[in-house]
T-cell receptor
Framework: QKEVEQDPGPLSVPEGAIVSLNCTYSNSAFQYFMWYRQYSRKGPELLMYTYSSGNKEDGRFTAQVDKSSKYISLFIRDSQPSDSATYLC???????????FGEGTQLTVNP | GAGVSQSPSNKVTEKGKDVELRCDPISGHTALYWYRQSLGQGLEFLIY????????KSGLPSDRFSAERTGGSVSTLTIQRTQQEDSAVYLCASSLATGGDTQYFGPGTRLTVL
């Protein structure tokens, strides 16, 4: 069983839709949670970074962490065609520095 | 300032050849990481440097893989006697320090082993 599970999709939505992306994890040592966006043939770029349980909002993006359920989510409001990319969840513990990634969800927003 | 850069962007090699992949981290970043991204496997950690030393190299898949970092800056990942299963995108990231610091990724090197 993988430490981080993420549905690879693909997920296709119309422009303007609310998108919900999710990851579950099994390692209770994970304390830092990130969402990266990766366009085709590019490196991942950081979208959201959270430490504690709860919600964090940045523009159209909201990251949610529920440590008790070992579940994290990323919501995208008013999705745009430019949001079409692969979204990767990543997490790490307080000791060590490696990130453990989900497989990534491929998202397409159709105009 | 400039982001993380990697070279070459693409590398095609024949099975059994050695390859070297280069990473230039963001200036001033003391921590440097190598990951591998392959279809169906997602992003996998390979090795991490703090300065010139590698406290965690547990992700290297075999002794054909090695990496070094000199001057606390540039890093080279070397794959000896390449195999077809080594085909993947090799990503480098750097961060200001370690712990909870954000890791910034380069564009990757796409390696194809024929």
């Amino acid at each position: 069983q993988k430490e981080v599970e993420q549905d690879p999709g693909p997920l296709s939505v119309p422009e303007g839709a609310i998108v919900s992306l999710n990851c579950t994890y099994s390692n209770s040592a994970f304390q830092y949670f990130m969402w990266y966006r990766q366009y085709s043939r590019k490196g991942p770029e950081l979208l959201m970074y959270t430490y504690s349980s709860g919600n964090k909002e940045d523009g159209r993006f909201t990251a949610q962490v529920d440590k008790s359920s070992k579940y994290i989510s990323l919501f995208i409001r008013d999705s745009q065609p430019s949001d079409s990319a692969t979204y990767l969840c990543a997490m790490k513990g307080t000791s060590g520095s490696r990130l453990t990634f989900g497989e990534g969800t491929q998202l397409t927003v159709n105009p | 300032g400039a982001g993380v850069s990697q070279s070459p962007s693409n590398k095609v090699t024949e099975k059994g050849k050695d390859v070297e992949l280069r990473c230039d981290p963001i200036s001033g970043h003391t921590a440097l990481y190598w990951y591998r991204q392959s279809l169906g496997q997602g992003l996998e950690f390979l090795i991490y440097f703090q300065g010139n030393s590698a406290p965690d190299k547990s992700g290297l898949p075999s002794d054909r893989f090695s990496a070094e970092r000199t001057g606390g800056s540039v890093s080279t990942l070397t794959i000896q006697r390449t195999q077809q299963e080594d085909s993947a995108v090799y990503l480098c990231a750097s961060s200001l320090a370690t712990g909870g610091d954000t890791q910034y990724f380069g564009p990757g090197t796409r390696l194809t082993v024929l």
